[in-house]
């Protein structure tokens, strides 16, 4: 498990790297939006001023895209990177879950369902469940990761995360 983090750190440190020149980018063309509503021209005009940044560094799309690879980062978050140094062992993760057997030393049973979850689910295929599993172990970071809004829908979880949060999300404490 502590190989698995310390890849990930390392690889967070290399895309810190990496992506210095994105950030640059994307600080500057954030402050060439924040000019354009220093003095508030008519609404119509803001919007073609802001299309007028976007263009030139490939359009307000691509600029989602790099801001929500940024962000996904911020606040020496690894975890993102966690899969794929995971992938490889998950079948021998679920094979270790399968054969121990679990019991809780206290009241808190969190994790055991979280496993028992997981057992129930391995061979599902779908990317998201409904948000059913109680998931007051995770760290802030993981529900960052495992938690979506589509719209005013209940949040749902993310599959292969779901299952790196039940396993590692213990292994550090």
């Known amino acids: 498990m502590r190989t698995i983090h310390n890849s ?10 990496k992506n210095q020149e994105t950030i ?18 008519p609404d119509t005009e803001v919007i ?3 299309y ?7 359009g307000a799309q691509q600029l989602l895209n790099e801001c929500e690879g940024v962000n996904a980062y911020k606040g020496n978050n690894y975890l993102p990177l966690i899969w794929r140094f995971y992938k490889s062992h998950r079948s021998a993760f679920f094979r ?8 809780s030393t206290s009241q808190e049973q969190t994790i055991i369902e979280a496993v028992k979850f997981l057992q129930l689910n391995a061979n599902r295929r779908t990317e998201f469940f409904p948000d059913t599993l109680d998931l007051s172990f995770a760290s802030p970071q993981w529900l960052k990761l ?8 209940n949040k749902i979880v993310r599959r292969p995360k779901r299952s790196l949060c039940i396993l590692l999300s213990r292994s550090r404490t």
């Open 24 to 41: 640059e980018k994307l600080v500057g063309v954030f402050s060439n939006v924040l000019q354009v509503f220093v003095e508030p021209p």
């Open 52 to 58: 007028q940044v976007f263009e030139p560094v490939g």
């Open 146 to 153: 495992l938690k979506v809004q589509q719209g005013e829908k």
């Open 96 to 103: 270790l879950l399968n054969a121990l057997k679990f019991e």
């Open 8 to 17: 990930a750190k390392e690889e967070l440190e290399e895309l810190r790297q």
């Open 48 to 50: 073609q001023l802001c």
